[in-house]
């Protein structure tokens, strides 16, 4: 009801959860140079890539998930599943957000295959070092509901999760300047139905959807504190050991991974080739368009 009311009062510019951003095993992890941090942040703008991060013979290892989710991702990640055995493993999380619709496919994959969900920067160690999980990442717009698909959920302390609308995302630079059709509005209440259906089937609570729906992409995104992690129950668990056994999760400086506020409407890296994308509420790559056709509304 809460969120009914909330969707009445704000009208249809309150429409979700995910315009895209271009739209976790060593004792101490720590970044040996700026350079690296750097390239973590790169990877966070380029489409979602899934590796698997191997740390026996004390642990099991974990699935990195790291960029923008495309219309390629569930793909992807079919590819990279096939011929491992998956099931009941832990996805280590950095993302930007990205498509409504495929994050919604892979999440419910997530949960088929019982995977558990953290938020974190795979750091892979050398010869002499085993790999660890800096745990000063982000998990931002539809990121969120993937982190939601785990059948166990941890955010560690440093950690940054963070939500806001759903919208036209080829419109989001300058939202309240563009113009929009009613087709634009179709796609976006579809999508926000799709999302509300999700979040209830993983488990999450209404509480996450009314507090996205309330973040415009004029504004900040809503960084969620504790007290709204578990609200929302996003986290199930306050003990890395649940998702990530024989792990350590340590904070290392990592000031250069840090986003600036809008850094989901960045531009790509140079050289970079853009996502592909299909037709949903928001976009990868914002153009700047102030009057985009509807049919060229893409997530």
């Not at 979700?16 to 973590?40: D, E, H, Q, Y």
């Not at 630079?173 to 563009?178: G, L, P, Q, R, V």
């Not at 309330?214 to 998702?243: I, M, Q, R, Y």
């Amino acid at each position: 009801m809460r969120l009914l009311n909330s969707l009445h009062l704000r009208g249809w510019l309150l429409v979700g959860t995910a315009v895209c951003g271009v739209a976790l095993a060593g004792a101490v992890a720590t970044f040996g140079s700026s350079a690296r941090a750097g390239a973590a942040l790169e990877e966070r703008k380029l489409p979602m890539k899934f590796s698997w991060v191997a740390c026996e013979p004390n642990c099991r290892g974990w699935i990195s998930a790291v960029g923008i989710i495309t219309a390629d991702t569930p793909k992807e990640f079919e590819e990279f599943s096939r011929g491992r055995q998956l099931g009941g493993a832990t996805v280590v999380l950095d993302s930007s957000g990205g498509s409504v619709n495929d994050a919604i496919t892979l999440g419910r994959r997530f949960r088929n295959l019982g995977l558990l969900t953290t938020v974190g920067v795979t750091l892979r160690g050398g010869r002499s070092a085993r790999p660890a999980v800096a745990p000063e990442a982000y998990c931002e717009s539809m990121c969120v509901f993937l982190l939601l698909a785990g059948k166990k959920r941890y955010v560690p302390e440093a950690a940054h999760v963070r939500v806001h609308q759903i919208w036209m995302g080829d419109r989001a630079d300058d939202a309240k300047a563009a113009s929009y059709s009613a087709q634009d509005l179709m796609i976006v209440e579809r999508d926000i139905g799709r999302l509300a259906k999700y979040t209830f089937d993983m488990g999450g609570a209404g509480d996450l959807l009314s507090l996205a729906l309330s973040v415009p992409p004029w504004e900040d995104l809503h960084e969620l504190d504790t007290g709204e992690l578990k609200l929302t129950n996003l986290v199930t668990t306050d003990l890395v050991a649940d998702v990530l056994p024989h792990v350590d999760i340590s904070a290392p400086a990592m000031a250069e991974l840090a986003p600036k506020t809008q850094a989901r409407f960045g531009a790509e890296p140079e050289q970079a080739q853009p996502a592909k994308s299909t037709k949903t509420a928001e976009a990868l790559v914002p153009t700047g368009s102030a009057a985009a056709p509807a049919t060229a509304a893409q997530k």
